[in-house]
């Protein structure tokens, strides 16, 4: 059988959903606010698929740069180079 090379391949364990968590995603998860120059963490969720980045980005931080429709413009640091994302406020997670 062929090998499958999808976006979601070998995320057994990333993108899985802890059994007390399971369901529908809170509305305060989806309708969360972040200011530019606010700094997030990257938390993929796996019951969204919508906005979702690449998931060699979990656990990364970066800054909000702005806001694209519903989505966050994200930028972070990958090895040496600077990296734009679109990302959905579900999959953010706000840092202190």
């Known amino acids: 059988m062929k090998r ?46 919508k906005g979702m980045p690449h998931q060699a980005f979990q656990g990364q931080t970066g800054k909000i740069a702005g806001k694209q429709g519903n989505a966050y413009i994200l930028k972070i640091h990958d090895g040496g180079k600077e990296k734009t994302l679109i990302v959905r406020p579900e999959h953010l997670v706000r840092i202190k």
């Open 4 to 49: 499958s090379h999808g976006i979601r391949c070998n995320s057994r364990h990333k993108l899985r959903v802890r059994p007390r968590n399971r369901g529908k995603v809170a509305v305060t998860k989806t309708m969360a606010i972040f200011l530019p120059g606010e700094t997030v963490a990257v938390h993929l969720e796996p019951r969204v698929h």
